[in-house]
């Protein structure tokens, strides 16, 4: 698991051309954003 990771950690460094920092960023807000995103749909749809 960690190493894919860092596998994909690294293949989005690329991609976007940003730095692995940024990239942990983003993954960690974007996470808690779909996982709040997802309870209240859970609860909406019951």
Do not use: W
């Not at 698991?1 to 596998?7: G, P």
């Not at 051309?17 to 808690?32: A, E, N, S, W």
């Amino acid at each position: 698991m960690v190493q894919e990771t860092v596998m994909s950690v690294c293949k989005n460094m690329q991609t976007l051309k940003v730095p692995v920092d940024q990239v942990y960023l983003i993954k960690h807000r974007l996470t808690k954003v779909f996982e709040e995103a997802l309870k209240e749909l859970e609860t909406k749809l019951g």
